[in-house]
Structure formats: structure tokens, C-alpha cells
């Protein structure tokens, strides 16, 4: 991220009357990004250059002490572990130089609302985890386990005397940021949630024009950020102030806003689906406990799909909170080889009301080991699992292809043996999983042609069958 | 049962030249009965009277010798164990006498095929399992690992020389009542599947003259049992032979000819529903793995359900025949608490591959001795599960009522408490059930009101509520 500052006004209000925006240049390439007032005086213009090389730039704005101000500077080579920003990659995703992304997420919608001692835990046990995206909230989260008021709130004001929607509050901006780039640090995506129904404070209430303001802002802020996702909503239809036009109206404000296409979808409650099919969606962020639903929306639709929120493991006593660990890795397993991502979440109730679902705090669940090693599988195996070569029921248990890799995850099935039908010519390492124990057993270190496999026939085990 | 012995006419075809029925009369009750050709000169009518008292009868016969044949008997009153035949009794099942039927089956669909020896181990192990139920085919079933040809076939001839359908084989019926008989003796009802799709011997093809001339015969002989019940088919759809129209006709055949009303259905294959709204339907009997569809259907139509094939619990290859027993206790659980019952099938593969789903021999899975935990449970307590009292998520977990008592099961989940709003003056006795490790521990054994009882949190967890 390239950030320029300039002095400027701090009279009347800067957020309002200073428009102030500036364009980037490199060889043929032509960026537009609009700059902010950043408080006491500063104005920034903040920029993601996606090609090395020498950039210059130039501002535009109504006030003449920061209007035409030039500059140049060099784009160097990505550090070591900046793999760019995400994008779209036919059903999966990938990093700017090529990397697979596979979103092994979890979920705290509120962890930056949280007093600073706190968020500093949920980044100690994030940086512990297997997570590489987690979805948060732009705005603070009012519900069940989470009544307390957020120290600062991204509006000038506060609760009792209202909330000023033409001025913003830099201090939550800056803390805001500060997590994004924690999260970047420790190589985590941040899936911005920018609406969502549950609160009191009036942001649910704000004019589309408000909205817009808001997200010209925030955009501004945070597009050059190369870890953000936009979320619009968490269960949109919850949100009963905005009708279908409202988000596709937010949508193109957006996909006009960000210069760099950041992943954007939009997420739903059980009771009623979105249209992932809109042109704007860029992946499917659903929320059911069904698998198969989700992989048949993928393919129908043909996105990348996130089931970003499967059910949560916990012991809460509301039928939201309490999915058994076993179930959540089901779940995780049954998904992966159907080429569809779960996002975790996580609702244990303690003395403190600290769930890491909404405040953050300390992972302590059992399905984190077994993500872990799911992800490492994936991940060292580079599966992008979609394709099912095998025939009969096996496409409906397995993911991948005979050339690249294939995972075939059995759940509560289990057969004695399994029998394969490899292309001729080539050879093939089975090795058997146990998804739950995480265990890796070689079952056979070359094979080819129609080949049986004896398998133990107990539930939850799976089979990597690698070419050779 | 009644039986009732003349010697007659061997010459031509007894089968079917002899036309024989009986009147049976108690008071005011008339009921009449068709008689059968039995081999070797013998004629019967049988007669399963449903009051205690002296019963007359009188024979009418196309032939004179056997024509108003005249009689009397006692029917006494019943013996120690006999509750009589089984009954629709609103959304569940109840014998005659009253006393509660919980229908807890198993499958096997040949195992009366099957030699001597082979069906003398099968009653072994029926004896020592959980069951009160089989469902058993009349025509042999020919489909992977079941390829022997059976002793011997209802109809005279054999699959070379072709069989002749006016005449049956009085071998083959007498070993099958002698099978009924035996599984009556142990207190099992046998569900009779009449006409299936996994046959080369020309059964499927039958005109529907044919057809009624066999269930003639088959209901002379067989409908005086109190233990059968009528299954028009397994996977009926399957069976290309037939249209609806032909099911329909099926039917009204039976209800005609069955004086005694036995319980009656027909069994689907997943890839097709049948309509068993209609009107001789006594109970749904479906296939499927969902629960919870059952029981829409249940609430739907107001008739009881059985889903009679859940899947199977085993470890073969093929799709329909490797669930894990766990799974297999999950699906029972799930249906007992929205008052769906289940029926069991076991398919391990052994080298003999006598797998008791068809060919019957010995029950050897994890899931049998969870199933008669769970009967006695629901016995013990007499627990019809229908109605849903608590609120909330509850009345997807629960069934029963503050009145009889109720069974919650968490399935997946596995909330660390469990709060109750008992109806007020009533006191309640809580019992916490691992349904896999078969245990019960009284949690707490009076409570009243507003009452939150601590859980552990872990899975396949449920509460027995018990009024005191």
C-alpha cells in the first residue's frame, strides 16, 4: 500500500466539503482512487499498486492547496509471503501471483469492538490457528452474549446524543485499520461485513444516500488494504430497512468504487437464500447446514462457494450455538470434496460471556486441530477439488481428478473396500485418512489399472489417492 | 387360527376347479372366508375370529361333497403373550388387546429361501435380536450377492421348463407359514412384501389375472395369520411391469379379500415417493434417509410411518449397504422423537456372503444392541412420541408431552444446558440417556416450573422427561 499525506483544512467539515481524489499512473495503466479526510488535518490518498515498476500520480480536488499535487514512486518486488490480493479462479480462488487460496475461515463479528487487551487475545489465538480469513463486522454487533458498547464507533457522536452521519471518527478508523493490518501481518483475509441487522445505535437506519457516504469513506480507507473482502451483509433479509434494489444499489456503488475488484458477495439467513447468480457476485457466501445444496448453487452458478457459517461448534443452549465438534469437521469434509469452503465459527459459553462468535477471545474448540489438518492436506496437495472421475456413488463422495489428485471423503459411510478404474499408464499412491483422528496411513504405494482397496470400514475416514 | 381340513377331488386342477369359501358366524358378526386347495387332496379354510365365543361356519363349494360343510368351535380366550393382531391406533400402532405396538423391524428379503439350516440361524438370531418386525419377500430375490436359486417356488414347475401360474406348490406355502409361524411364535410380525423388482423367473411378468389368482390363493392361506401385514411392493417403481393403476387395483383386491384388515402398504425406492394418501394405505412405509421428511408426511397425511429402509448398516461397496452404526442410531433416534418409526437392515460382507439383508443368517452390527436399548426405553415408558411441547428449538429435538412424558435428542448437538417450562402443580423426574453407550443417569427426580437442567455438552445426548 502506497499512502500520501497532505495538510489541509481541519475547518467546517473536512469529511464534506474537501472531495479529493488522485490518479494513478503506470505505462498504459490508469487508476482513479478517491482520497479522505484521516483528522487533524490530514488528507490521505491511499493506492495498491499491482504492477512493479515506477508509478506517478496526481490529485484532483475542489481545494486548490490540494489539487494537482504530483509524485512518483517505485513498486518493488512483493516481501517474502505477499502473495497479492485474492481473486476469483474459475471455482476456487487464488493469490495475484498465481498461489492457490483455499478460505479455511472462521468468524468474530465483533472482535475489533472489543477493549484492546481482548482483541490482542483473539489475534494471539488467530495467529495460533488454521485460519486465513476471518468475517467481522464493520459496524458493532448488538444480540444474545453481547450487550456491551463498543469504545468508539466509526460515526462522530455516541448513542445518547446521536450519531452524526456526515462525519466520521478517525479513531475507529485507525483502530479498524490496525486489525486489518495485524490480519495482513499473520497472512489473514478480512471479510468485511459493512451492513448487518443486529444493533440499536441507528446505523441500520441510515438513508441510502448515508450509505453511500459511508462506503465512499470506507472504500477510500480500506480498498488498498490487499486483504479486504466485502461482505454487504450478514443475513441481508434480516435487515428489514433495505429492499433487494438497496443492495444492488450498494453492490454497484462498490464494484464503481474499488479500483481493485476486491471478492465481494453478500450473506444470508437459512430462511431465505440470495441471487448469487447477480453479475456483481464474485463467490457464493452462504449460510446451511447442507453441503450438497451449496455445491449444487456452485455448479448451477458456476462461483466459487463459501459456506460461511455451517453452524457453530459450541455448548450454547440455542439451536444456533451447539454443533458437536465431530459434526463440524462432517461438515468441513463433506464440503471439501464437493470443491465447496466452510467457514468456522465458534459459541462455548463461559463466566464471562466471552464467545469467540461475536467478541473473540481464546479458541478452545476440537474441530480447530482437525481444520488444521484438513488445510495442510489441501494445501500441500494444492487440491482444488471439483472434478469426480470416479464412477456410481464415488462423485458423490470424492473431489478432484486422476490427473491432479483426488479426495474421497467417506463421512458416514463405510466401505470394506473400494475399487478403482485409473486411466492406463499411470500409477497412483492411496493413502487413508482419519479425518478425525488425523492420522495418515500409505495403503498402497503404486497402483494402476482396476485396483481394490481394503479399507476398515469405519466411519469418517477418506482417501488421498495422489498420481505418481 | 381356525383350521378347518376336507379331503376332496386331486383330478384336473384343484387349484382351480375347486371354488371353496366359508361363513363364519358369531352373533351378529358374519364374515366370510375363501378356502385353498392344500396338496394331496386336502381343502381348507382357515379363520382367525377376532371374539372370544362359540363361531359357526358353513362351506360353500363349487363341488358337492364339500359344499355346506358345517361346524363349530370355542374361541378361547387368548394365550399369555398373544396381544392379536396389529392396528392402526392414530399416528402409531396398537394390538387388539389394546397394548401398545411399537413397530421395531429388520429386513431380510429371502431369508425363507434359503435352506433349512441357513433359515433355522436366522430365527436364532431373531430371537435374540431387538426386533418385532421382518420384512420378508414371498417371491425369491434375485440381485447382487444373492444368486442362488431358492428350493422351491410358490407356483408348480420350474425357471427351466417355465411355471405353470394356475397351480401352486403346496411345498413352498407350508415352509412359509411354517416361517410365519415360527416368527409369530417369537412374537414378531412378518410385513409381506407380495410383488418386487429382483427376479428372473418371470414373477414380474404375470398378467393381472394372474396376479389376483395368487393373491387369492396367497390370502386364503396366509391372511388368517394375526402376524402379516401387506407390502403391495419393494422399490415399486421399479417394477416397469406395472402401471398405478395396476397398484390401485392390487389393492382393492386385498381390502376385498382380506376379512381381517391387516395393516397395509407399499414401499418406495428415494428416486420416487408413492402417494400414500390414498385411501387403502393403512401406514406410510418409506425409504429415505431423511427423517424429517418422514415426518412431514406423517403429520401430513395423519397416517403412521415407517421408514423401512433408512439404510443399511454394513460395510460393502455398493452405496446403499455401508453405513456406520452410528449413523444407523442417529437416524433411529431422529425419528423416534418426531414419531417416526424405523426399520433396520444389516449388509457386512462375509466370505459366504450370506448378508442378512436377503439371505438372513447372523446379525453381527454395533447398531442392534442400541436399537433394543432404545425399544425398551420406549416400551418401558410406553412413549407415543407426537406432539412437540417445548418451545422454541425444542419442538425439533423432542417429542411427547408434559402429560405422558417425552424424549429429547440432541443429535449433533450438544447444549450444555437444557431449560424447562413445566405446566404448573406437575413434577418431573429428568433422565440423562448416551443413546450409543446405552446409559441413564438420573439427573435430577423432582422438578417443577421454570427448571434449567446442566448437560455435558457432548453429542448423541438425550432427556428422558418422565411426569411424576
Given at each position: 500500500?502506497?499512502?500520501?499525506?497532505?495538510?489541509?483544512?481541519?475547518?467546517?467539515?473536512?469529511?464534506?466539503?474537501?472531495?479529493?481524489?488522485?490518479?494513478?499512473?503506470?505505462?498504459?495503466?490508469?487508476?482513479?482512487?478517491?482520497?479522505?479526510?484521516?483528522?487533524?488535518?490530514?488528507?490521505?490518498?491511499?493506492?495498491?499498486?499491482?504492477?512493479?515498476?515506477?508509478?506517478?500520480?496526481?490529485?484532483?480536488?475542489?481545494?486548490?492547496?490540494?489539487?494537482?499535487?504530483?509524485?512518483?514512486?517505485?513498486?518493488?518486488?512483493?516481501?517474502?509471503?505477499?502473495h497479492?490480493?485474492v481473486?476469483?479462479?474459475?471455482?476456487?480462488?487464488?493469490?495475484?501471483?498465481?498461489?492457490?487460496?483455499?478460505?479455511?475461515?472462521?468468524?468474530?463479528?465483533?472482535?475489533?469492538?472489543?477493549?484492546?487487551?481482548?482483541?490482542?487475545?483473539?489475534?494471539?489465538?488467530?495467529?495460533?490457528?488454521?485460519?486465513?480469513?476471518?468475517?467481522?463486522?464493520?459496524?458493532?454487533?448488538?444480540?444474545r452474549?453481547?450487550?456491551?458498547?463498543?469504545?468508539?464507533?466509526?460515526?462522530?457522536?455516541?448513542?445518547?446524543?446521536?450519531?452524526?452521519?456526515?462525519?466520521?471518527?478517525p479513531?475507529?478508523?485507525?483502530?479498524?485499520?490496525?486489525?486489518?493490518?495485524?490480519?495482513?501481518?499473520?497472512?489473514?483475509?478480512?471479510?468485511?461485513?459493512?451492513?448487518?441487522?443486529?444493533?440499536?445505535?441507528?446505523?441500520?437506519?441510515?438513508?441510502?444516500?448515508?450509505?453511500k457516504?459511508?462506503?465512499?469513506?470506507?472504500?477510500?480507507?480500506?480498498?488498498?488494504?490487499?486483504?479486504?473482502?466485502?461482505?454487504?451483509?450478514?443475513?441481508?433479509?434480516?435487515?428489514?430497512?433495505?429492499?433487494?434494489?438497496?443492495?444492488?444499489?450498494?453492490?454497484?456503488?462498490?464494484?464503481?468504487?474499488?479500483?481493485?475488484?476486491?471478492?465481494?458477495?453478500?450473506?444470508n439467513?437459512?430462511?431465505?437464500?440470495?441471487?448469487?447468480?447477480?453479475?456483481?457476485?464474485?463467490?457464493?457466501?452462504?449460510?446451511?447446514?447442507d453441503?450438497?445444496?451449496?455445491?449444487?448453487?456452485?455448479?448451477?452458478?458456476?462461483?466459487?462457494?463459501?459456506?460461511?457459517?455451517c453452524?457453530?461448534?459450541?455448548?450454547?443452549?440455542?439451536?444456533?450455538?451447539?454443533?458437536?465438534?465431530?459434526?463440524?469437521?462432517?461438515?468441513?469434509?463433506?464440503?471439501?470434496?464437493?470443491?465447496?469452503?466452510?467457514?468456522?465459527?465458534?459459541?462455548?459459553?463461559?463466566?464471562?460471556?466471552?464467545?469467540?462468535?461475536?467478541?473473540?477471545?481464546?479458541?478452545?474448540?476440537?474441530?480447530?486441530?482437525?481444520?488444521?489438518?484438513?488445510?495442510?492436506?489441501?494445501?500441500?496437495n494444492?487440491?482444488?477439488?471439483?472434478?469426480?472421475?470416479?464412477?456410481?456413488?464415488?462423485?458423490?463422495?470424492?473431489?478432484?481428478?486422476?490427473?491432479?489428485?483426488?479426495?474421497?471423503?467417506?463421512g458416514?459411510?463405510?466401505?470394506?473396500?473400494?475399487?478403482?478404474?485409473?486411466?492406463?499408464?499411470?500409477?497412483?499412491?492411496?493413502?487413508?485418512?482419519?479425518?478425525?483422528?488425523?492420522t495418515?496411513?500409505?495403503?498402497?504405494?503404486?497402483?494402476?489399472g482396476?485396483?481394490?482397496?481394503?479399507?476398515?470400514?469405519?466411519?469418517?475416514?477418506?482417501?488421498?489417492?495422489?498420481?505418481?
Amino acid at each position: 500500500m502506497y499512502e500520501y499525506t497532505l495538510k489541509g483544512p481541519v475547518k467546517g467539515n473536512p469529511f464534506q466539503d474537501v472531495v479529493l481524489s488522485a490518479t494513478f499512473t503506470h505505462g498504459d495503466i490508469s487508476r482513479e482512487v478517491k482520497g479522505f479526510y484521516a483528522g487533524e488535518g490530514k488528507y490521505k490518498v491511499r493506492f495498491m499498486p499491482e504492477e512493479e515498476g515506477e508509478w506517478k500520480f496526481a490529485t484532483v480536488c475542489n481545494i486548490k492547496s490540494l489539487n494537482n499535487k504530483k509524485g512518483v514512486f517505485q513498486c518493488v518486488a512483493p516481501a517474502a509471503g505477499n502473495h497479492g490480493k485474492v481473486n476469483i479462479d474459475g471455482l476456487h480462488f487464488s493469490y495475484s501471483d498465481g498461489t492457490s487460496y483455499f478460505p479455511f475461515g472462521t468468524t468474530s463479528y465483533a472482535w475489533t469492538h472489543q477493549c484492546d487487551s481482548l482483541a490482542r487475545e483473539s489475534l494471539k489465538t488467530l495467529e495460533k490457528s488454521p485460519f486465513n480469513k476471518i468475517r467481522m463486522c464493520v459496524f458493532p454487533k448488538r444480540y444474545r452474549y453481547i450487550l456491551n458498547e463498543p469504545e468508539y464507533f466509526a460515526f462522530a457522536g455516541d448513542k445518547k446524543n446521536g450519531f452524526d452521519f456526515t462525519r466520521f471518527n478517525p479513531e475507529y478508523w485507525d483502530n479498524l485499520e490496525l486489525r486489518l493490518q495485524q490480519l495482513q501481518d499473520m497472512g489473514m483475509e478480512a471479510d468485511l461485513i459493512l451492513f448487518h441487522p443486529y444493533g440499536n445505535w441507528g446505523f441500520q437506519e441510515m438513508t441510502p444516500e448515508q450509505d453511500k457516504y459511508y462506503l465512499e469513506y470506507l472504500l477510500g480507507r480500506l480498498a488498498s488494504f490487499r486483504n479486504v473482502w466485502w461482505s454487504l451483509a450478514n443475513e441481508y433479509h434480516l435487515l428489514k430497512t433495505k429492499s433487494e434494489e438497496d443492495w444492488d444499489e450498494i453492490a454497484r456503488f462498490i464494484k464503481d468504487n474499488d479500483p481493485y475488484n476486491h471478492p465481494i458477495s453478500i450473506h444470508n439467513h437459512p430462511a431465505q437464500e440470495y441471487d448469487w447468480s447477480k453479475n456483481w457476485v464474485s463467490h457464493i457466501s452462504i449460510q446451511t447446514h447442507d453441503q450438497i445444496r451449496v455445491n449444487e448453487l456452485k455448479v448451477a452458478l458456476q462461483k466459487p462457494a463459501i459456506n460461511d457459517e455451517c453452524g457453530y461448534e459450541g455448548d450454547l443452549p440455542d439451536e444456533w450455538g451447539n454443533l458437536s465438534p465431530e459434526e463440524i469437521v462432517h461438515r468441513y469434509w463433506t464440503g471439501i470434496v464437493h470443491g465447496v469452503y466452510t467457514t468456522h465459527g465458534e459459541t462455548y459459553l463461559n463466566p464471562q460471556e466471552v464467545i469467540w462468535w461475536s467478541k473473540g477471545g481464546e479458541l478452545v474448540g476440537e474441530s480447530i486441530s482437525r481444520i488444521r489438518f484438513l488445510r495442510n492436506l489441501i494445501e500441500i496437495n494444492d487440491l482444488k477439488l471439483d472434478y469426480n472421475k470416479p464412477q456410481g456413488w464415488g462423485k458423490h463422495v470424492s473431489g478432484g481428478d486422476f490427473d491432479n489428485g483426488m479426495l474421497i471423503y467417506f463421512g458416514h459411510h463405510q466401505p470394506g473396500s473400494w475399487t478403482f478404474d485409473f486411466p492406463e499408464g499411470k500409477q497412483y499412491e492411496i493413502t487413508l485418512i482419519d479425518t478425525w483422528e488425523m492420522t495418515e496411513k500409505k495403503l498402497e504405494s503404486k497402483c494402476s489399472g482396476k485396483f481394490t482397496v481394503k479399507l476398515p470400514a469405519e466411519p469418517g475416514k477418506a482417501l488421498l489417492v495422489t498420481p505418481l
